[in-house]
């Protein structure tokens, strides 16, 4: 058994095993949701983000010209979120669309709407 520290006289040993356990058992996807919101934790990559799950795909010349960034800028940024299997690419010619992963796209679409929703809010004051 684990060495518990609480030092309360009524500390619940039965909640403190049993979150023990929940924590170990979604160990996995703890991690998985530690690493897209590391990389969106970044207020460019979290717009390109916003932007690829708003529009489905976007090139990086679409995203430098509605940033107001430079393409070298916008590519940095892509390639950590490509790297960190956050978004993925799509070639057509010589373009290049990026789009987000759909098992991102669960994870991050609860906070866009609360962006999308902050935004109606000041439209309706």
Do not use: W
Not at 90 to 106: A, D, N, P, V, W
């Amino acid at each position: 058994m684990e060495k518990n520290t609480c030092i309360r006289v009524f500390a619940d040993q039965t909640q403190i095993n049993e979150c023990r356990e929940k924590v170990k058992a979604n160990s996995t996807s703890l991690v998985q949701l530690g690493k897209v919101l590391e990389l969106a934790g970044n207020e460019v990559r979290l717009k390109i983000l916003y932007l690829l799950e708003e529009e489905g795909e976007l090139c990086p010349c679409d995203i430098s010209d509605i940033l107001g960034m430079s393409i070298p800028a916008i590519s940095q940024h892509l390639r950590k979120m490509k790297d960190g299997n956050i978004i993925e690419a799509r070639r057509s010619g010589q373009t290049i669309f990026y789009s987000l992963k759909e098992e991102h796209l669960k994870i991050l679409k609860p906070f866009f709407k609360y962006i999308n929703q902050q935004n109606l809010k000041k439209e309706t004051l």
